[in-house]
């Protein structure tokens, strides 16, 4: 009866502990199906104002310093003809928010920032958000001065960074003695707040404790990281700065603050790393316009700087990366920062608002050629200052404030130097009629309306 007794015992006890194991093992088998089929994170990373060349996976050899950047390339899949669609910062930001040509809601300078993004725009983070994304931005807004334009007010449930323009002191983050100094202030959230160190370094801090924050949460996140490295002024660290000698001291800051830059992207993606949601999450880098000439950018063999229709003025560093779902690769596909966020909503399955025109396409079908003619058939330029080009194929035609008409076959000249508009009078007829119907679709400059 006693040796019944225990066989009955250690029957019950082998039993519960088999029990045991088969629920460890559905809830492992759960937690990986969860974490499989988790919708991927999204990070957008815009630099301000770096040069086409100054990227170390553009030029090689390279003068410039960024090996985080340079990996991120070689993981995923690098854009030879990615484009801004501004020549100068808000209005790519503009665009790259909406997903829509920023001319169509009035947006074509920078100075439309102090009137702000139209609130009858839906951003990605809206769009996000509504799918339970967590989203965070941390750097410059450059879309709106007043509260109701603030990134709180736009889709954001985090801000950290400041709302004016890209001319902020890199060093100086105390809090002024105007508290309403939109420009200069640092905010956390709505609140003006005083900080310390180097501002590149704190959007690194910023972004990575947001990803820390939220990867471990059932739902994914949105991190926004715009920078406003490597936009004047011209400061860096002393340590990073002794790090070059070109025989320029301030292409020697200026390579040093991309060195500082580069450092903050390779703090982001470690931090995904560590939390183990890199290879789910949805990376795209890119610059909001070409390098600056003041700031001692290089944009060779491309002409010409920020401010110009110029390739110079326009194609940037472009790089996506999901290693999920991505091979390394190297696409020659025009690419403009208008399709990030279609690409976005296609990656995960979300039917853009049918309110709007959407002129973003799904770059994700260009890499797995699932096109068969060209993502855009033209892609378009214009700032309202009497200078605008178009993108056809291997063909770009330009105006410039001289008034002059130019004709490039970027395939054969892709610096810009043969201007063959004489040669090809048909092709200049043609791409100036697409653009002239082009911009009689786009909406009156903001510049020209009453602010209500």
Known sequence: MKFENMKMKFLSSFAFAFALLLVGCNTNKSAQ???????????????????????????????????????????GVVFT????????????????????????????????SRQGLPLSENTLADI??????????????????????HPGNRGFDEFYGFLGHGAHDYFDLSLKENPDDFHHSIYRNFTTISDTGYLTDNLAREA???????????????LYLPFNAVHFPLQAPEKDIKMFDTGDPKRNIQLAMLHRMDLAVGEVIKTLKKEGV???????????????????????????????????????PFVMSWPRELKPSVSNEP???????????????????????????????????????PLHEQLYFDGNDDTWA??????????????TMELYNLEDDLSEQTNLVTQYPDKVAALKTKYTIWRNEMATPMSKKKKK
């Open 81 to 112: 003809n990615g484009y801004a669609s501004a020549y100068v910062c808000a209005p790519t930001r503009a665009g790259l928010l909406t997903g829509r040509y920023q001319q169509r809601f009035g947006f074509y300078r920078a100075a439309d």
């Open 390 to 403: 178009v993108r056809e194929g291997v063909w770009k035609l330009l105006y410039s404030k001289k008034g």
């Open 278 to 316: 890199y290879e789910n999450t949805i990376i795209f880098y890119f610059s909001d316009n070409g390098g600056a000439k003041n700031n001692k950018a290089n944009n060779l063999p491309l002409r010409d700087f920020k401010h110009s229709v110029y390739e110079g003025g326009l194609r940037v």
């Open 128 to 149: 996000l958000k509504k799918e339970g994304y967590r989203t965070g931005a941390f750097g410059k807004w450059h879309l709106g001065l007043t509260e109701e334009y």
């Open 208 to 222: 990575s404790n947001f990803i820390k924050n939220n990867a471990s949460q059932e739902n994914p996140f949105f």
């Open 33 to 75: 199906s969860k974490a499989v089929t988790k919708k991927p994170n999204i990070v957008i990373i815009v630099s301000d104002d770096q040069g086409n060349a100054d990227a170390g996976y553009q030029r090689k050899p390279a003068q410039v310093s960024t090996p985080a950047i340079d990996k991120l390339a070689a993981e």
């Open 335 to 373: 690419v403009i920062s208008l399709d990030i966020l279609p690409t976005i909503c296609a990656a995960l399955d979300i039917n853009l608002p049918a309110d709007k025109v959407y002129d973003g396409q799904n770059i994700l079908s260009a890499i797995r050629g699932e096109v068969k003619g």
